[in-house]
């Protein structure tokens, strides 16, 4: 398999505006669809890092620095290497149970540590934890020492097989500009219990808040989605900036944890983000996929999950 590989921010920022005002025509026929609601509490969820500084009022569209926009993303996230650049560890293990460092190093063609990356919704890496059976969601932004070396700290990992994924986009050589993810798996040892994927909904409940995702993505093809965030019936119009956007979004494909990013398209103008935030959908294969939506108010941030089939 390939690893995801998308086109540079030039490319990305040319093709914003024209995807804007096509998503604006698609969402106005784009109707709620109904679902039953599930709980979003996943075991072992977690968000990781420090939350972003609030963008000022009038900060534009982040549509320009999001991977992908320019055009469709060519993997999945499921190989250690691309075009030369590769995920190296020495970590095959975590102890479960409680926080260990995950030491990675990024190479690239000459077979160097890589130490220049650009950043990418104001991150320089975003690091992903997802186990085998779609629990146990992080998402993190490591740290990285003057050698190259990142370190992640995941929160306590539950026994059995996990796969971590980095998001980068080199800053010189011959990836610079390119957007990539990389993963490999590393091992919890002990008694493993898998959870059931939840069933398919377009609606779910985290922290008193209900997210409701309207679209019926087709596998293959760019497609958008409206998310829609409400508390107590009524619609949230606080939503605050996290990582240059009022929502961030990905997804898991059930099976064997494929990764997309689905890249939100709606502009930020400081702390009154919401009700409904639009997002350029394109998820590579048919089937289920587990969605996991992170928004902040009041400082919090708060990670919604749910099941979404592609046809």
Known sequence: MTASLRPTARHRA?????????????????????????????????????PSATAPAGHGSS????????????????????DGYRLTSPVATLTAGRTAPYRFTITGPDGKAVTRF??????????????????????????????????AEPAALAAGSWRVFASFTPGGGSGEGKDFVLSRTVTVPGAATTAALPPAAHSTRVDGYTV???????????????VRVTKHGEPVTDLQPY????AHLTAFHRGDAAFAHLHPTTPVHGDHGGP?????AELPTAGDWRLFLQFRTGGRLHTAALTLRAG
């Open 276 to 280: 409904e935030l639009s997002f350029h």
């Open 212 to 226: 409701t995702v309207s679209g019926e993505p087709m596998a293959g093809m760019a497609h958008p989605l409206t």
């Open 63 to 82: 549509m320009s620095g999001m991977p992908g926009m320019g055009g469709s993303a060519t993997g999945d996230g499921l190989a250690d290497s691309v």
């Open 118 to 151: 650009a950043p990418e919704q104001t991150k320089r890496m975003h690091f992903y934890a997802i186990r085998s059976d779609l629990t146990g969601f992080q998402h993190l932004h490591p740290t990285m020492a003057a050698d190259g070396t990142w370190t």
């Open 14 to 50: 040319l093709a914003a505006t024209g995807l804007a005002a096509a998503l604006t025509l698609a969402l106005t026929a784009c109707g709620s669809s109904g679902g039953s609601s599930h709980d979003a509490s996943t075991p072992g969820t977690h968000h990781g890092g420090a």
């Open 243 to 246: 990582l240059d956007t009022y």
